[in-house]
């Protein structure tokens, strides 16, 4: 089955950090743009992080930027979001998906392959 495995959730205090990290099962990663999208309860998913296939390229949430860091190692078909800084607001459920384009629109119809994500959760 193609699709990604997220990990790396939990329950963390404000402030603190985590890794997040996202396998890919059943296809190579190397050609994709790599997208992390969350859905915080009662809201639309939205975009969070973008890197190109190189890793070289990459995008931020305003609402992120600066406290996430995105990365991706195509030799262990990963991506990873380092998180820190964390706030209640960024209470979510945490997903990749794979895309051929860097937009930094990041329509979720633009993405394919979704997993089923790993939870956040940061106490207010």
């Known amino acids: 089955q193609v699709q990604f495995v997220e990990s790396g959730g939990g329950l963390v205090q404000p402030g603190g950090s985590l890794r997040l990290s996202c396998s890919a099962s059943?296809?190579?990663?190397?050609?994709?743009?790599i997208g992390w999208f969350r859905r915080a309860p009662g809201k639309e998913r939205e975009g969070v992080s973008l890197?190109?296939?190189?890793?070289?390229?990459?995008y931020y949430a305003d609402s992120v930027k600066g406290r996430f860091t995105i990365s991706r190692d195509n030799a262990e078909n990963t991506v990873y979001l380092q998180m820190k800084s964390l706030k209640p607001e960024d209470t979510a459920v945490y997903y990749c998906a794979k895309s051929w384009s860097f937009r930094t629109t990041m329509a979720p119809a633009d993405f394919a392959s979704w997993g089923q994500g790993t939870q956040v959760t940061v106490p207010s």
């Open positions: 890197i190109n296939s190189s890793g070289r390229t990459t």
């Open positions: 059943g296809f190579t990663l190397d050609p994709y743009v």
